[in-house]
């Protein structure tokens, strides 16, 4: 078994930000300084009970915010399990500090991240580990981690729907973004012989 490591953005379609326009997403071209923070940008919320929602098939898991000393309490369920946890930091951590981390039995999970008051929480980048099955060669009794293959969002493999709903990144890195409600983005790819046990 291998460890395969996957990072997401605040901005990732993977986190579902409910209720809708009560979180704000800031980046390098906003007024508010994102310094430190991956990929410079954040998703936060003042509003109580807002929470952000997350699936992932692994077997640990690290959410990554801001502690400042104008937020608050919040809470993360895993599994249906909470946890309540502070953000709060009677100065301001940079770069934004580890919020919550744990370790589970691989598989599917669902992760809540809750906000109990009426002070601020912000997410940064959520970062998960997968147990990875050895990929293995026919003609080779050895075994090793997969070849690593990158793939461009101006490639084939990415489709976006409705096309006009995305747009490149600003920020010059690449990468598209939106913001509008119901768009998607399919990824087509060829399963290799490496598989989640």
């Not at 692994?58 to 915010?65: H, N």
């Not at 953000?87 to 599917?108: A, K």
């Not at 991240?113 to 959520?126: E, F, H, K, R």
């Not at 913001?179 to 290799?192: C, K």
Request: hydrophobic share 30%.
């Amino acid at each position: 078994m291998f460890l395969l490591n996957t990072t997401i953005d605040d901005s990732s379609p993977l986190i579902s930000y409910e209720p809708v326009g009560e979180w704000n997403s800031y980046g390098t071209v906003s007024e508010v300084n994102t310094t430190g923070y991956y990929k410079n940008s954040y998703t936060s919320t003042w509003t109580q009970n807002a929470f952000a929602t997350i699936q992932f098939n692994g077997s640990s898991i690290s959410i990554y915010g801001g502690k400042r000393k104008t937020y608050g309490n919040f809470t993360v369920t895993l599994d249906g399990v909470n946890s309540t946890l502070s953000s709060f930091s009677p100065s301001v951590q940079n770069p934004p500090d580890l919020l919550f981390s744990t370790q589970m039995r691989q598989g599917w999970h669902t992760v809540k991240v809750s906000n109990d008051g009426t002070t601020g929480i912000d997410i940064d980048s959520i970062i998960w580990a997968s147990e990875m099955a050895p990929f293995t060669d026919d003609n080779d009794s050895s075994s090793s981690p997969p070849p690593s293959i990158t793939y461009d969002n101006s490639m084939a493999e990415f489709s976006w729907a409705p096309e006009d709903a995305w747009y490149e990144n600003p920020d010059g890195a690449n990468g598209r973004i939106t913001s509008s409600i119901g768009a998607s983005m399919n990824f087509t790819f060829e399963p290799s012989r490496c598989r989640a046990p």
